[in-house]
């Protein structure tokens, strides 16, 4: 059964924002934007400064198939690490200094992404592709899960196939039938709960539509291409709807997140290349880079498409499919702190996993910093969250180990002072603002 909470509540005497208020006391939660734990949503970037601090550990360890990291975060800090193409998850109540047993989930391929409510503390993960409609739900930080009915409701274009019969959705057993499409999360990033605005306390999560399921997503034609998209709920993940597509196909494997004033930044892997080696031709340029585009109605539509100017899509082995990057927010109050994870190959080589920062909400991108040299692939990013042991420190999960190609998965944690000492990108500039709270130890 889920839980109702009311709208507005009290843990130890403090007033907590729950995100979908509508009681006359919405303007101060939206100051207060605490958690439903009771700690606060933001707060200073001081805590991700001081001296620079960067540590790494083996956390999933295999044969050659150590594939698929996901990260989240639980509103009282503790750290979700999965590996979902083996349904393992492990959790850490420590900041990442240590790990649990490995437990099994049923966050598994085809679907994979997290989303954390804010507003009521549990952790969902929607899954679409290989199934009827269903959301996983733990209420309990990560240790249990449960398997709930859910709605995915289509958005106007689909509708119109719907009716006209152009097109029926269809789960993953019916990919060789004709006039079908599918749904699906895979490879998605974490969702978020919005903070901002008149959307306050929605669940938002970026998907994907595909027409078939059969082959590579580069080698299409392009009336089967498939599109990036985004997955968001109102009534705490009982039922969905799908947004408008990102304004460029071939793009799936995105991550979002919430900027400071309730607007969406959308980051996408491109699949314009190709992977059938039969099929090799020159790239261009803007094939081996990330797409962005912004949404300024929740994540209902998407706008100012743009190429980035200097995020790769790293990985497609000089082919130009990409890759899964990692994204996250950094929760400083009224600021927009962003990092990107991937492999600084411009479309080559798995490997070189590297950090960069923008302070500009996606717009720059002045600094970039190597994690790890050797093969690293598929990653993660989630920040941690104030007054939790989490606080203060960018957690990254990636494929990669030192055994080699998906030998492992790694956890590398650090603070924003360690990226800062890394190699300026030419995009844009650290803004003055960082340099004074970091005391100019970046320069």
């Known amino acids: 059964m889920r839980r109702v909470r009311p709208t507005c509540t009290f843990i130890s005497g403090l007033l907590v924002a729950t995100l979908l208020s509508t009681c006359p006391l919405a303007e101060a939660a939206e100051h207060e934007l605490l958690t439903v734990a009771g700690k606060p949503a933001e707060g200073p970037l001081d805590v991700f400064l001081g001296e620079p601090l960067f540590d790494m550990q083996v956390v999933f360890e295999g044969n050659g198939d150590v594939r698929e990291p996901y990260l989240a975060i639980a509103v009282d800090g503790t750290l979700l690490a999965v590996r979902n193409n083996q ?50 739900r733990s209420t309990d930080h990560g240790k249990t899960w449960s398997q709930q009915k859910t709605t995915i409701q289509p958005n106007a274009l689909m509708k119109r196939w719907e009716e006209t019969g152009e097109k029926k959705r269809a789960t993953k057993a019916d990919h060789d039938k004709p006039g079908t499409y599918y749904l699906h999360a895979n490879a998605s990033e974490s969702g978020v709960t919005l903070r901002h605005g008149k959307y306050r306390g929605r669940l938002l999560v970026s998907a994907t539509f595909r027409p078939h399921a059969k082959a590579h997503p580069s080698d299409r034609e392009p009336a ?37 004033d309730g607007r969406i930044y959308y980051n996408s892997r491109s699949h314009s290349g190709y992977y059938d080696k039969k099929l090799a031709r020159q790239l261009r340029p803007d094939e081996t880079l990330r797409r962005e585009a912004w949404s300024d109605d929740g994540g209902q ?16 082995y000089g082919r ?92 590398a944690r650090f603070n924003l002072s360690w990226v800062l000492q890394g190699e300026r990108t030419g995009d844009g500039a650290v803004p003055d603002w960082v340099e004074s709270a970091a005391g100019g130890k970046s320069r």
């Open 87 to 136: 349904r393992q998850l492990r959790r850490s109540e420590d900041g990442g200094q240590t790990w649990g047993p490995i437990l099994d989930v049923p966050i598994t391929h085809s679907d994979s992404n997290m989303i954390v409510d804010e507003t009521t503390g549990d952790i969902l993960s929607v899954r679409m592709w290989d199934t009827t409609d269903v959301v996983f």
């Open 301 to 316: 539509t998407w706008k100012n498409l743009r190429v980035s100017r200097v995020l790769p899509d790293g990985g497609g």
């Open 224 to 260: 089967d291409a498939i599109f990036s998209c985004a997955l968001f709920s109102d009534d705490h993940g009982a039922t969905w709807q799908v947004s408008d597509f990102f304004p460029e196909g071939y793009t799936e494997e995105a991550a979002l997140v919430e900027l400071h």
């Open 320 to 411: 130009g499919y990409g890759m899964k990057g990692g994204l996250t927010r950094l929760p400083v109050k009224g600021r927009d702190v962003l990092i990107f994870s991937n492999a600084d190959t411009a479309g080559g080589d798995r490997k070189k996993m590297t950090v960069w920062a923008s302070f500009d909400g996606g717009m720059t991108w002045p600094i970039k910093r190597l994690v790890y040299e050797p093969h690293g692939a598929y990653s993660s990013l989630v920040a941690g969250r104030p007054q939790t042991p989490s606080q203060g420190r960018i957690y990254l999960l990636f494929e990669g180990g030192p055994a080699g190609q998906y030998s492992a998965m790694q956890i």
